[in-house]
């Protein structure tokens, strides 16, 4: 089945530099990869996705490319600001065969120095 | 719209004891299904449902059954609780199986096995 990695498990930065999270799957097959973001006592919630037929998509300060060859896909913060400090997930899954069956990585834990 | 509610928010149970995790959504979403969050492992996938009366098994489903009899409604049980089921769980939904649709998260339940 599927296995995804994300790199690194916990980050921080100064306000107003960039982030960078990295994540690798397994299955070539995967062509769904959403990018999650929780906050402290809340539920995971959608910031971004891209499927496999694009190699990158932006939405104002969040960027993420995929590289299918590698099987690598990253989520870039840019201008980073206090209200980012979040724990982020990567996923992905094969929509064709799995339906929903989103497969998460462990996360990594952002923290945004003022 | 209330979304994805869950309830309890947090429960105590001792070894052995039984329980259910309620979950209903208002999104008329065919797609539900349950998560528990544990340090460093992300988000694993016990049980989930394509639509009523149709249940199947995610990565961790021993020790918790589902059922689904109402589109809205995805309770998750717990049989006879074990400290190993110390964790906080997730209900999920999305609007369509096998189309790429993000899945929207409820606040949680945090529990605890002793």
């Known amino acids: 089945g599927e296995n995804v990695e994300q790199h690194p498990s916990t980050l921080s930065v100064q306000e107003g530099d960039s982030a960078v999270i990295k994540c690798t799957y397994s299955?070539?097959?995967?062509?769904?990869f959403p990018w999650y973001k929780q906050e402290l006592g809340k539920g995971p919630q959608l910031i971004i996705d891209?499927?496999?037929?694009?190699g990158e998509k932006k939405d104002q300060r969040i960027a993420v490319t995929l590289n299918k060859t590698a099987k690598h896909f990253s989520l870039h913060i840019t201008e980073t600001q206090p209200e980012d400090s979040a724990v982020y997930f990567c996923?992905?899954?094969?929509?064709?065969?799995?339906?929903?069956?989103?497969?998460f990585g462990p996360g990594t834990s952002l923290s945004v120095i003022p | 719209n209330a979304g994805v509610t869950q309830t309890p928010k947090f429960q105590v149970l001792k070894t052995g004891q039984s329980m259910t995790l309620q979950c209903a959504q208002d999104?008329?979403?065919?797609?539900m299904s349950w998560y528990r969050q544990d340090p460093g492992m992300g988000l694993r996938l016990i049980h989930y449902?394509?639509?009523?009366?149709?249940?199947d098994q995610g990565e961790v489903p021993n020790g918790y059954n589902v059922s689904r009899s109402t589109t809205e409604d995805f309770p998750l049980r717990l049989l006879s609780a074990a400290p190993s089921q110390t964790s906080v769980y997730f209900c999920?939904?999305?609007?369509?199986?096998?189309?790429?649709?993000?899945?929207?998260f409820g606040n949680g339940t945090r529990l605890t096995v002793t």
């Open positions: 996923a992905a899954s094969n929509m064709k065969t799995s339906y929903d069956k989103v497969i």
């Open positions: 449902s394509v639509g009523a009366g149709i249940t």
């Open positions: 299955d070539s097959a995967s062509n769904y």
């Open positions: 999104m008329n979403h065919e797609y």
């Open positions: 999920a939904s999305s609007y369509s199986p096998g189309k790429n649709s993000p899945l929207h």
């Open positions: 891209i499927r496999s037929n694009v």
